[in-house]
């Protein structure tokens, strides 16, 4: 017969331990719901992807040097390797030349040389053949000499090829790790955007549109205007004679291409791309990056209102990004990722020094 007994009563301490258990959890669930990370606002959001952007393009200014060292290096590596195969003919030419020596040697060893030519039965023969010896000794000395050499510059050449490839391959290392740690954030600033409403990014589409039309208004307003701009000194609109002239034209005739880090044109650019491709329409070669840029010509100091058409424009202190100042105190440059080349207020960064060319 089956027992009924009574359940267990449950203790008194046993009860306060689930109640304090459970007052913590419900606590624990309020705090939780008090410290979640809000959704980001439209504003903070382009705030975000600005410093994204920011990021990617001091990153793509690293890029574009490393790209360039990988290019210098790799000529440097094929010039060595062509100097490595002219001196390894060099040595063979010269080994060839031993090794005949050597066998002309080994032919005659029954008899020392100098004793067959003292059995000679002639001594106009023995003279003459002992001169044509002394040559020959000559002759290896000075092959054995030029060998060692030859030798020894091959081997330097070698070790100095082994080094730049050493070098060519740190350098395309870290191209990589640059390129990806771009491309990363430029994804997290696309998947920022992609947390946006479409009407909230259409929104932030139109802002950027209105402050390059704006900011072309402004430049043809300028432009017109001969007296004096608010910068406090006579407005310089007209494209300068010469080479400075013929960069401006070009970089304001890329107005709307889209920016592309690591791109120096002709359709899309970076902001040191549009710099190097417009003076280059103009005969004239300059350096990659901004930081390179950035010490190319003359430093005409970060006052403003001593800027030139033509003249480029450095900004911040670690000199991420460049500009073309075209007059009316506005530049002309290549943005950022999702931006196309515009026109822009000079003094919208700050600037680290003006560079005229």
Known sequence: MASHRRPKPVGRARVSILTAAAATAVALSAQTGAHADPTPTKDQVKQQVDQLNEQAEVKTEAYNASVEKQQGLQKQVSQLQDQLARQQDQVTTVQESL??????????????????????????????????????????????????????????????????????????????????????????????????????????????????????????????????????????????????????????????????????????????????WAYAQAGVSIPRTSQAQAGAGTNIGTNIANARPGDLIIYYNDAHHVGMYVGGGQIVHAPHTGAQVRYESATVMPITKIVRI
């Open 99 to 276: 090794a005949t020596i050597a066998a002309e040697q080994y032919r005659n060893g029954g008899i020392p040389q100098t004793m067959q030519l003292m059995l000679s039965s002639s001594p106009d023969t023995f003279l003459g053949q002992a001169g044509a010896l002394n040559t020959v000794g000559a002759t290896q000395s000075d092959l054995l000499k030029s060998f060692k050499e030859e030798q020894a510059k091959l081997d330097g050449q070698r070790k100095e090829a082994e080094q730049k490839l050493a070098e060519l391959d740190t350098t395309t290392k870290a191209l990589q790790a640059e390129k990806d740690d771009i491309k990363a954030k430029l994804v997290k600033a696309q998947d920022l955007l992609n947390s946006l409403t479409q009407k909230e990014r259409d929104e932030l589409a139109a802002a950027e549109a209105k402050a390059a039309a704006d900011s072309r208004t402004q430049a043809e307003r300028a432009s017109r205007d001969t007296s004096r701009t608010d910068l406090g000194a006579p407005t310089q609109v007209q494209a300068p004679a010469g080479y400075a002239g013929v960069a401006m034209s070009a970089a304001l005739s890329k107005l709307g291409s889209w920016y592309s880090y690591g791109a120096a044109g002709p359709s899309t650019f970076d902001c040191s791309g549009l710099m190097q």
